[in-house]
């Protein structure tokens, strides 16, 4: 039986990718920094779709813990997905130093540090597929939210250069470009409903992309070409633009 490793399970999408997968007949395992929150998760996915489903505990923050909570999973995935990550007000992370650490090493350097592990495995076994939501902040540094921005710019960067890498050991890497989700992470913020997802739709959007093999994907279509008009903006332009 096919298995998914979610990283960051208690996060609406991390949820919702869950119960996609399940559906799909995929055995789950949740990971994230406290177990007990997502007990009654576990056992509606087992119950609701007959499936096994394990839970763990993981620390993004925390790297040194990084491979022994992978050595300890009881079966390795055929898939993982990463799905934790931090955003504050952009004021916030520019000016409290703990909080631009928290941003930069939640969204890169703890998913890297996973992924590194798991994407060794998958390239000896020859198998496997990984998928990373990464975010549309990063195809551009814009003044409201450059430190979080800027980490999922490197993340973005990552996905592409180990996409490169394990290529040549028939693993698979989805770079997933969300936009505008409505999350616990956003709930603050007046997004404008025409541009945001709901965490069903990015969940359906991961299991095809990865069925497809894609590279990129945006969950909704258009972002690609609004990033594109962002993208071609001069820089003598774009930096008078309050954005």
């Avoid at 919702?16 to 920094?33: H, M, P, S, T």
């Avoid at 177990?35 to 096994?52: H, K």
Wanted: aromatic residues 12%; positive net charge; hydrophobic residues 40%.
């Amino acid at each position: 039986m096919a298995s998914v490793l979610i990283l960051g399970a208690t996060s609406d999408i991390g949820t919702a990718i869950a119960r996609k997968f399940a559906g799909e007949k995929y055995d789950v395992q949740l990971a994230c920094r406290n177990p007990l929150s997502i007990s009654n998760i576990a056992a509606d996915i087992r119950i609701r779709y007959q499936q096994d489903c394990k839970v763990y505990a993981f620390d993004a923050m925390d790297f040194k813990s990084h491979q022994p909570f992978y050595d300890g999973l009881l079966s390795k995935p055929d898939i993982a997905i990463c799905v934790f990550g931090y955003m504050t007000e952009n004021d916030i992370a520019v000016s409290n130093t703990e909080e631009t650490l928290k941003t930069i090493h939640t969204n890169y350097t703890g998913a890297v540090s996973i992924l590194n592990i798991i994407a060794q495995d998958f390239a000896a076994r020859k198998s496997g597929a990984i998928a990373g939501i990464s975010s549309v902040a990063g195809e551009r540094g814009r003044q409201s939210n450059y430190i979080y921005g800027s980490a999922k710019a490197g993340f973005t960067a990552y996905l592409s250069g180990l996409r490169n890498s394990l290529y040549k050991d028939n693993v698979h890497v989805l770079t997933v470009l969300p936009g505008f989700v409505y999350t616990k992470m956003t709930e603050n913020l007046d997004l404008p409903k025409l541009l945001t997802a709901n965490p069903a739709d990015v969940a359906s959007a991961v299991y095809a992309g990865l069925k497809k093999k894609k590279n990129v994907i945006y969950v909704k279509w258009f972002w690609r070409w609004i990033m594109y008009i962002i993208k071609a903006i001069p820089e003598s332009i774009f930096k008078r633009k309050q954005l």
